[in-house]
Every structure is written in C-alpha cells, then in structure tokens.
C-alpha cells in the first residue's frame, strides 16, 4: 500500500462546526438519493423499519410525469438489459458484460446481476412500470457490446421517465417519508468507525439524522465534465463523504463517455440513445463516411470503443462533432425514439431527412465506494447502490443498460441485508455521535474552470502530459473552503476532490484499459489490477492495487425472485 500521488490530503469533515447547531431526528434506514437504486431500497424494506428517503433536489410536483427529479434515472433514454429472449440467456448477459468491462468485472458480482435481472424487471412492472409490448412480450432492442436483443424500454426512448414515474407512483402508495432539498453534507460515524447517520443542509438549515443503516444512492460525478449527459445534481457528493468517512472507493480513472451527445448548446447535452445504432442507425463523418467501418461490431461495438474511435478521428481532422445518420429508421423514429427526434429537432434537425451533429459527453461513472454483493461498503453501517457504488459489475467500461437493472438488482438485494441486520428501533445511535476534527481544511475549484480543465486533461484521450497539467491547475486554483459555504461551495468541494483524485489515478494506471485511454500507452497490462483508495487517520490517500475477483456472493438470508 503506498499513498497517491497528486491526490494531497482531505479532512474529515467539510464543516466541522455545523454539526453542532443542527437538529437532530433518528430513523433506523436514511436511504440518500431518490432515483431507482435509492427508491428500491426503500421500497423493498419490511414496513416495520422506519425509512427516510432523502432527495438533493426536489420531488415530484403536480403533473409531473416522471422526468430527471433527483438524478439521472430519470432521463434514461435505452433500456434495461434482462436475458429475456428464448435465443437469450444470463450466460450470454455475463459474456457480454465481462468482454465490455476490459477484465476489471468481479465474475461473482456479474453472474449476480444476469441472474436476476428477469427478477429486476419482473420488480418494475409490479411498481407499475409499463414495458412497450412486441409481438410476444415485451419489445427487445439490442444496443452496443450485445450480442443479443436483450435490452427492454418504456415509452421509446423515455425509459428512465417511465421508471420513475412507476417507482414514485409506488413511493406515494407506500407513504414513504420523502425529505426534498436535503443535501449530503457529511457521514457521521461513532468512536469505533461504524457510520451512525448523516449530517444534511434541508433548506440550508443543519440536521443530523441519526440512522442504524445509512445507503448512499446519490449517484455519480457528471458534472466534473464541461460536456456531459448528467443532470445538474449528480457532483459526487455521496462518494466524496463516503471517503471522507474513511470507507473504499475503487476504479475513479474509469468514466464513460456516450458516443452519441447531440450537439446541443445545453448544459446537460442530450444523447441520441445506443438503441438507435440498434435500429440501423450510422455515425458518419462530414463527408458521409462511416467511422466505424473496419471496427469489429462496427457501430455496436462497447462504448469505450465507439468514443475513443470518434475521437481519434475528431482530433485527426480538428472536427468539433460528428453525424448519427438515422434516415434508414425512416417515421418509426417519431414513435420509437420521440426524445431524440425532439432534442434533434431543438437543434435545427429534422432526423427523418438529415444526420445530426453529436460527439462524445461524460455519461457515467463506474467507480465509486467500494460493494459487496449485498451492497455493503468497507465500513460498518454504510451501503451503497447505484452509479455511487463500485459493485464489480461494470469493470473499466459500463455495458449499455447495465445501469438500471444493477439499481435494482443490488437495490433489493441491500434492502434483504438490512431487513435481516436490523432491528426496528433498536440500532439507532445516540443522539450526538462523536466526530473530531481533524484541522485539515476542504479546499474547492470554481465550477466552470473545474470543468474545463477537467475535460481537456482527463476526456477520452488521455496523456501524462495532459493529466499532469490538470493536476497543476486544480493545485494553483484550489482555495480554502469558506466556514459559511453553502450547497454550490460543498459541490465544488466535492467535485475538486473527486477531480484531484481520478487525475491522480488515471495518471498512475500507466495503461489502456475501457473507458481509460492512454496516447502513449495504448496496450492494455498484465495482470488486472483496480486502485483502490482509503482516507488515512493523517488524511493522506493510501492507494492499493487489488485483483477484481472478490468473496464469493454474499448471502443475504433471503431468497430473491
């Protein structure tokens, strides 16, 4: 174990002082973040625990129909993998995710997934989630890195929006208690290190939620990207408090970039949704050729490729985008992918009769905490679920609509662990938990430089040069966090630790592997390793290299089908 170079030493606690003037309640679950991971945790758990589910942002208001409220379920466009075809199977699933995740996949955590993925959706549709029907079931479509059609939508291409307005619809049902505009300030744990509740800002005023169970869903770290798909809530705020806390985070180099971000002077961009490519559509460059050719699975092949493809060739010809050319779709577009004809048409496009401009944006995230296969982290008391946690189902680069199956998936399987290690009442901590100061001070990046430096340092093409100058950057902008900073001051606290961190890490990882790419390191090494890093009692960043096969899957107590 060595400590990480470039990654400075981080404090405890952003505002050690806060926690002292805050209202204190007690629950026996605080489930943080609301989207499908958070909300089937809640929704699987025994009604005798008393659950609170707390939102960033705001939740649904009248006549809301299901969008982006508090993440980005919401604005999921492709679908949910399941191996539901009879030419499918879970065996084919795991194939499929193993070749995308670049060897960094934890087999266990992966045959986890594909087996109850069918469970999963099966979960959905009793929560009111309506699936677009096919001949015989449900419609299937097939996105990049499968080799099946295997991959089930709602509503076209309004997927997540229908998931959330299913999972909100059932949240009402239940009477679950929702707490909105209550934000992640920092994880508080008792003298022997378990996680013992959470201090929020609710409307800017301090609480302390005292909990038997925290699970973290809050999410990735998309705004760190100038150019990205994430909505503006998702800037690592689960993630920087975990380890903050103390608790493993693994493989933060890895960030994946959607190939097909449509050119939109939008903050965040919409994407043209890999289904399309499923249904015949092409990414042409300026001239009509298209840059796949060649490419094995050409259009359809994993992510990472698609991304670092069209890159290579942006910065070959100094193109600012590239064309999706979904003429061959012809009018099923309007009603199989309205989103996307809307999106396009906001940006001056008719699809149906032209190609429309898009380019490679920040997507998602396939590090985070450190989780077992009941969704515990590396600390007592702590869970995560979710694009928050490192699962080991996604490896170095995310397979297409992995994402959503594994909120649910892992979601259920953390509500099982806690239903059986919890008590109702029983395991809630004092009222004040113990928490020193360690006279370290947060420091923050203002957000738009944040951005941009983020972006040309540590986008899909990556060099030590690049990744060096970022950290220097982020070093001489970096100030004191302010003892009155509020929401925006705390995201960008959390956003500049994660940045000095997955430029730390992709600077170190001396290879190409997924989602991480090196110009002067273009092979992928021998053997597979995944960083892992632990906040030292010094503050330092320790950082050990470990394989990612893990314990076999954890047993949960019950059975899940």
């Given at each position: 174990?060595?400590?990480l ?5 981080l ?18 679950v ?100 309506r ?87 809050t999410?990735?770290f ?23 806390a ?165 979601g259920?399987?953390?509500a ?11 395991q ?17 990046v ?8 983020a ?22 902008a ?16 959390n ?10 890490a ?16 273009p ?27 893990r ?11």
């Amino acid at each position: 174990m060595t400590t990480l170079e470039g990654a400075g030493r981080l404090p405890r606690l952003l505002l050690p002082a806060l926690a002292a003037t805050a209202a204190r309640r007690a629950v026996d679950v605080l489930v943080v973040g609301a989207g499908i991971a958070g909300l089937t945790v809640a929704l699987s758990l025994p009604p005798a625990l008393e659950v609170e589910v707390a939102l960033k942002g705001r939740g649904p208001g009248a006549g809301w129909g299901g969008g982006a409220a508090d993440g980005s379920t919401g604005a999921a466009q492709g679908g949910i993998a399941a191996a539901l075809a009879t030419d499918d199977a879970p065996a084919l699933h795991a194939a499929d995710t193993l070749a995308a995740g670049a060897g960094l996949c934890d087999p266990a955590a992966v045959a986890l997934l594909v087996a109850e993925a069918p469970a999963a959706v099966a979960f959905l549709e009793a929560n009111g989630l309506r699936l677009d029907a096919g001949a015989v079931g449900p419609d299937l479509t097939r996105e990049g890195g499968h080799s099946r059609r295997r991959v089930v939508h709602a509503g076209g291409d309004a997927t997540g929006r229908e998931v959330m307005r299913a999972l909100w619809g059932a949240a009402r049902a239940r009477r679950l208690r929702l707490v909105e505009e209550a934000f992640l300030v920092d994880l508080l744990c008792d003298g022997e290190g378990r996680v013992r509740g959470a201090l929020l800002l609710e409307r800017g005023r301090p609480v302390v939620v005292g909990a038997g169970a925290v699970v973290l869903a809050t999410g990735g770290f998309g705004q760190l990207y100038a150019e990205t798909t994430s909505p503006a809530v998702l800037t690592g705020d689960g993630l920087a408090a975990a380890l903050r806390a103390g608790a493993e985070v693994a493989d933060l180099e890895f960030v994946q970039f959607h190939p097909t971000a449509i050119q939109l002077a939008s903050d965040p961009r919409p994407l043209a949704s890999e289904a399309l490519r499923g249904e015949g559509a092409v990414i042409r460059d300026g001239a009509g050729r298209p840059v796949m050719a060649g490419v094995p699975r050409a259009d359809l092949a994993p992510r990472d490729v698609v991304s670092r493809t069209m890159a290579l060739e942006m910065a070959r010809t100094g193109a600012a985008s590239l064309f999706l050319d979904a003429t061959a779709i012809g009018e099923q577009l309007t009603a199989r992918f309205p989103s996307f004809v809307a999106a396009s048409h906001r940006a001056g496009v008719d699809p149906r009769r032209a190609w429309v401009p898009v380019a490679p944006a920040l997507h998602y995230v396939m590090g985070g905490v450190v989780s077992d296969n009941a969704g515990r982290s590396s600390l007592p008391g702590l869970y995560a679920v979710g694009e928050v946690a490192m699962s080991g189902v996604h490896g170095a680069n995310r397979l297409a609509s992995n994402s959503l199956v594994e909120g649910v998936v892992f979601g259920r399987r953390a509500a099982a662990a806690l239903a059986d290690e919890l008590a109702p009442g029983e395991q809630r901590p004092p009222a004040d938990p113990r928490q020193d100061d360690d006279g370290l001070a947060a420091v923050r990046v203002a957000r738009p430089l944040l951005r941009r430096e983020a972006s040309r340092g540590a986008g899909v093409l990556r060099s030590a040069a690049g990744l060096t100058a970022l950290l220097e950057r982020l070093a001489e902008a970096a100030r004191p966090l302010p003892a009155t900073a509020g929401p925006a001051d705390l995201e960008e606290a959390n956003l500049t630790l994660i940045a000095q961190l997955l430029g730390a890490a992709a600077l170190r990882r001396g290879e190409s592997r997924g989602a991480h790419f090196r110009v002067e390191h273009p092979f992928t090494g021998v053997p597979a390793l995944r960083q892992v890093l632990r906040r030292q009692p010094d503050g330092a960043l320790a950082v050990l290299d470990r394989p990612p096969e893990r314990a076999p899957a954890v047993a949960v107590g019950r059975g899940l089908s």
